[in-house]
């Protein structure tokens, strides 16, 4: 049963058939061969759940706050005011992309946003102080990544849906990996900028009245996280009813800037319903699919499967940490989450792993697929702005960081606490 489902899988992928209409023709196909009953029967009470579910409001909400964040000018503010004060150390410009990279996720929850975003504001300047473009790339796109491990995140929202784990501690649980992963990222270009001076462009100086009055740029990204997070922690709101202020804010934040208009409105509202169309039409069928495999044993049997094995949980969880790398290179990565949670995670925590911790594992996990090739969702991204020169240059350019994020997950198997420590608070 097991090979089978994989199998047909496999070849509904290879075939190019959309995630979604993979998922379903997965679900029915293997629902009519191995149960004796009419499984296909729930499909509509399975898609009124799914798409009802308070929860999963949050995410056009959360994708409307990083639209609205973009349309507005925020991020070419907040990339402007971070480059005068990271400009003194080693990489220069480079240091702006990861910082602007890890704020930006702080609201905008989408790591191909924040790609996008920071590829359209950085690269002109890149290009002015003659950067190596590879290396300036590659900090973009692996910037990018962050936006899905600092909350809020939307893939972290899936995750618990998923595994119906609680959202706010995987927030919490998210933050100080996102902050390590953010200084690692920072580390590895100042050490790349000092063996090799030529990667590093022109050194910029600002003046301290300048840096001074640049923190007011960075006012607004604060102001959006404390709304967010900070009214999930206070206990005053869900985290959909807190995606839903997010949206408030950055609305009143846009007016403030003076950009709101009738073009602002029209990018918002069409690029917020691509995005949310695409992500519901996944989780519905993959909700579907999840149904299908709990109704004929196919999670247990894989339990029993991998406890026939006798590999100790860190072997598992070893083998599974080296069955995602693989598919991450050939999976996008939503695809990818949707497809192995409802398989993977129920054998991981019956091993005893945390929810929690392994949710964080898999992220970093999801963020090594968006930037490793041939499938890397954010190596296109960063490309399709960039418009010129070859897709290798930002493949080339992200392979150091790919390394760093490698050496977050093997910190985070031998320091569980630290994705752990603040969650006990909540």
Partial sequence: MIGATLVLLLVLLLCSVPVATALVILGLSIGALFSDYPLYRAVGEITWSASTDFLLLSIPLFVMLGEILLRAGIARRTYNALNQWLCWLPGGLLQANIGTSALFAATSGSSVATAATITTVALPQGRRFKYSEKLFCGSIAAGGTLGILIPPSI??????????????RLFLAGIVPGIILAILFMTCIAVACMVNPALSGGRQRYSWEARIHGLLDL???????????????????TPTESAALGVLASLLLALIHRTVNVKFFQQVFEGTMRTSAMIMLILIAANFLNFILDSIGLADMLKEFVFGLGTSPLQTLLIVIALYIVLGFFVETLSLMVITIPIIAPVLIGLGYDPIWFGVVLILLIEMALITPPVGLNLYVVQGVRRTGSISDVMVGAAPFVVMIAIMIVLLIIFPNIALYFTQFV
């Fill in 219 to 237: 006012i607004p990204v604060f102001i959006i996280f404390f709304v967010v997070i900070g009214s999930i922690y206070a206990g005053l709101a």
């Fill in 155 to 168: 893939n972290l929202i899936v995750y618990g849906f998923l595994t119906n784990t609680s959202i706010p």
